[in-house]
């Protein structure tokens, strides 16, 4: 993960892990460069990523959006700085203890299960 020297190792560590422990979930996940950051895929489309300041980025449903919004210093991603992605959470480090849960949001959010009907 050469590209993503820049962010701290501590972030970099946890997003390997991150990354690991989601291939455990028998999807298709990989490592791409999208948007400026190093990103994980899961079947094909971005889930999240870890941005060069050491946060990670989340694509979450409305619900857990809200859930990640409500950190302090949470925000919307904004790679560009002129178009908001609004599905997209910036999750800073002081919050890196939470990271592993929206990555598992994210991926449901790719792959939401069955309803029982």
């Given at each position: 993960m050469d590209?993503?020297?820049?962010?701290?190792?501590?972030?970099?560590?946890?997003?390997?892990?991150?990354?690991?422990?989601?291939?455990q979930s028998g999807e298709e996940v990989a490592?791409?460069?999208?948007?400026g950051i190093i990103c994980i895929k899961a079947g094909g489309k971005a889930i999240g990523g870890l941005d060069?300041?050491?946060?990670?980025?989340?694509?979450?449903?409305p619900d857990d959006r809200e859930a990640a919004l409500a950190l302090a210093g949470a925000r919307v991603f904004?790679?560009?700085?002129?178009?908001?992605?609004?599905?997209w959470v910036v999750v800073p480090a002081t919050h890196a203890n939470f990271w592993e849960v929206f990555a598992r949001q994210a991926l449901d959010?790719?792959?939401?299960?069955?309803?029982?009907s």
């Open positions: 590209f993503v020297a820049e962010a701290p190792s501590s972030a970099i560590a946890r997003f390997e892990r991150i990354f690991h422990e989601l291939g490592v791409a460069k999208m948007y060069l300041d050491g946060a990670m980025v989340f694509k979450l449903a904004d790679p560009t700085g002129k178009r908001p992605m609004k599905a959010y790719r792959f939401p299960q069955p309803r029982p």
